[in-house]
């Protein structure tokens, strides 16, 4: 069976179920089994991998890179990069699936190595709308927002408020990709290369 950095991702796995063992079989040719979600209906999916309505994870995007990262990761930081990406957004099914990625956990790992960082509460005013803006400015009464525009709304606030004023607000925060993440994409560009393309 292959568990080489079974550790990383699949240590909740219990590698005694005969439906883990298929999955595993189906991987035992990769350099390590991509991540397997504990609510996949694991029997499903290998039916579906058999008569061809599910796919495997390409081999290619099971191959760590030096930085101890997979092509997975990659694809998140460019995501991050496009500046749309915040803690509400949610990891797409394809970081699991076609990239054999926990996308939660991947999103802790990239930043704990430095690659990216989660913006805060007053640099991720620009997620909110006006009117949750002028909200906040109302709550603190400050004055003369009511005919501004969301720009010069989020300019005010910055000025007026603290970081630990605005942070109990508002839940939602951006990341931003920091410049060795920057560096990674472009050591590293065929993940991006291969990727379906569409506008974030």
């Not at 496009?82 to 926990?102: A, L, R």
Request: net charge negative.
């Amino acid at each position: 069976m292959n568990t080489t950095n079974i550790d990383k991702q699949n240590s909740h796995l219990d590698l005694s179920d005969p439906e883990v063992k298929a999955v595993f079989k189906l991987y035992q040719d990769y350099a390590e089994v991509p991540y397997i979600s504990p609510e996949r209906d694991l029997e499903k999916w290998v039916t579906g991998v058999s008569i061809g309505s599910e796919k495997l994870v390409p081999k290619r995007n099971m191959i760590r890179y030096d930085e101890g990262l997979l092509p997975g990761h990659l694809i998140l930081l460019w995501r991050i990069n496009f500046g749309t990406f915040t803690n509400t957004s949610g990891c797409p099914k394809y970081f699991e699936y076609d990239y054999g990625i926990n996308g939660a956990q991947a999103l802790d790992e990239i930043q704990e190595k430095g690659y990216a960082n989660e913006l805060s509460a007053s640099d991720s005013l620009p997620y909110l709308n006006a009117a949750q803006l002028k909200a906040i400015l109302k709550q603190y009464e400050i004055v003369g927002y009511s005919k501004l525009k969301k720009p010069e709304l989020m300019e005010l606030a910055k000025k007026q408020l603290t970081e630990e004023q605005l942070a109990p607000h508002f839940k939602i925060r951006g990341y931003k990709i920091t410049p060795s993440g920057e560096e990674l994409l472009l050591t590293y560009p065929e993940p991006v290369e291969h990727h379906p393309k569409k506008k974030y």
